[in-house]
């Protein structure tokens, strides 16, 4: 199956290719506990393709329930990963070394959906 790649040109002057490749459950270690792995493949400057994973835990989408009132749907944490993916992109140089390092968790979960304006 082909993929479409979207594109980002990122603050740090690099220009990005990326697409969403898929979604996983899990639990992760050191005290992260359970969330979902999203994953997506890009280009740095037309370099090599790579994988690159945005968890979003399980006390992030807790948070923000609490907060709220509400829960987010499944669109709105997809939306909520690649925020995160964003700001990778504006604020990393070298995003192959930070393949499992992109969290959304309770301290940064408010910052990176205020821009969607979602409450």
């Not at 968890?55 to 987010?72: C, G, K, N, P, Y």
């Not at 504006?90 to 930070?98: G, K």
């Amino acid at each position: 199956m082909s993929r479409r790649y979207k594109s980002y040109a990122a603050e740090t002057g690099i220009a990005y290719r990326y697409f969403f490749e898929s979604r996983r459950s899990l639990v992760r270690p050191a005290g992260l506990g359970p969330g979902s792995d999203y994953i997506f493949v890009l280009t740095a400057d037309q370099g090599p393709p790579f994988a690159l994973r945005v968890f979003v835990s399980e006390r992030a989408i807790a948070a923000w329930r609490a907060a709220h009132s509400r829960d987010l749907d499944p669109s709105e944490q997809y939306a909520l990963a690649k925020m995160r993916l964003f700001r990778a992109f504006d604020e990393l140089e070298n995003l192959r070394e930070e393949s499992l390092n992109l969290l959304v968790d309770e301290s940064n979960v408010e910052e990176l959906l205020a821009a969607l304006d979602l409450a």
